[in-house]
């Protein structure tokens, strides 16, 4: 299958290129596919043994699944859905939980929910093809239904980002001083952000679990999708925030609370991940492995190397250096950084998890061995 080449992509290979990245100099070297073979094959305990699999019984090679459907924009809605419902999430912890500093973390992460989520109808409908396919999934509200709780999720999730942004768009003055606004500031944004926390988290996750429900080998193998795609939303959703916020100016503490979710929410994914690929076996290798179709070049290297071990790297040797310091303030280049490749991390996961499941749904022996479990 061949793969389209999204928008972006040149400037941002161009970008892995120059940055001091082990990852990106392992697959520019002669020993580099060897380097990801070793690596696809230690994350998964799978070595490929081609003459025993041509021994397993397929119906003359065909492909036993319809390859998915899925193309560019369900790549794009899943990361903008993501970035929303952890900006959402962290806006509201701050909200409710932080100091008066933190403010200005909700003020931002209201503001950047909205504008990400706002993508997300438009690029749902395209793919669904015609806009009244997605009305048509609102006629029926089905718990079984990954796709249906999925779309009432979008819905009920829209509606309180949108309330949210609202009243703090109110309270910050930006739509005057009449007397409506003076209605829309006075509404309980705190009381109103504790159920848009939990739509958030079933917003970051459901696309996850949506894959998982499906027959392809790569997605339905593992239940940690859900998991993996949170921590994705939480990781991406502060990086966004303190991405912002720097360019903007900001209180360091709250800066670094930031860096402290960002730090933990990608640790978490690392070990989710690990965990994913283990427990996936033979079936994650459309993912990692380094043949024909397969995504582990650009897997490894955009994705799990560069832009999430190198900016958890980078984010834990900032705070063990400003532990030596007094003040304790970072490089801005570096404080930039570090959430601009973790963004990028994002984008990845989803991009090499859906090209991945693509390839996987072609495998016809590797389907047949995943449904004898």
């Known amino acids: 299958m061949q793969r389209e080449r999204l928008p972006g992509m040149q400037i941002i290979t161009s970008l892995y290129r120059h940055l001091p990245v082990p990852w990106s100099a392992v697959a520019r070297t002669p020993g580099g596919n060897k380097v990801l073979e070793q690596l696809a094959t230690l994350t998964t305990g799978y070595t490929p043994d081609p003459e025993q699999e ?16 899925w193309r560019w924009e369900i790549v794009w809605y899943f990361f903008f859905g ?22 200005a973390v909700t003020r931002a992460g209201y503001y950047l929910s909205l504008l990400a989520l706002l993508p997300c109808p438009p690029l749902l409908i395209k793919d669904l093809g015609r806009p009244e396919r997605f009305l048509n999934m609102l006629r029926m509200f089905k718990v079984k239904s990954p796709m249906s709780m999925g779309v009432w999720g979008l819905v009920t999730f829209s509606m309180f980002s949108g309330i949210t942004a609202v009243i703090q768009a109110a309270r910050d003055g930006l739509l005057g001083r009449w007397w409506g606004a003076r209605l829309l500031a006075a509404l309980p944004q705190k009381l109103l952000a504790i159920p848009g926390i939990f739509s958030g988290l079933f917003l970051g996750g459901y696309t996850g679990v949506l894959l998982t429900a499906t027959s392809v080998p790569l ?32 209180p360091h503490k709250s800066l670094h ?65 400003r532990g030596s310091t007094k ?47």
């Open 327 to 373: 003040k304790g303030r970072r490089n801005g280049g570096k404080g930039l950084l570090i959430p601009l490749l973790a963004l990028i991390g994002g984008y990845f996961l989803r991009r090499t998890m859906i090209d991945a499941g693509h390839v996987s749904s072609a495998d016809a022996r590797t389907t047949l061995w995943n449904a004898r479990r």
């Open 54 to 69: 041509q021994q397993e019984s397929t119906y003359y090679d065909y492909p036993v699944l319809k390859q998915p459907i």
């Open 219 to 250: 997605w339905s193998r593992s239940k940690a999708l859900g998991a993996i795609f949170l921590s994705s939303a939480l990781s991406t959703g502060a990086a966004l925030i303190s991405l912002v916020l720097r360019l903007t100016g900001a």
């Open 82 to 103: 993501g970035l929303a419902a952890g900006c959402y999430v962290i806006a509201s912890i701050a909200a409710l939980f932080g100091s008066q500093e933190d403010r």
């Open 257 to 321: 609370k930031l860096e402290r979710l960002e730090w933990g929410a990608m640790l978490l994914e690392i070990i989710e991940l690990l965990s994913f690929l283990r427990g996936s076996g033979r079936v994650a290798r459309p993912l990692v492995g380094n043949g024909p179709n397969e995504q582990g070049h650009i897997f490894w290297r955009f994705m799990f190397g560069g832009g999430l071990v190198l900016p958890w790297l980078l984010q834990t040797l900032s705070f063990v250096g």
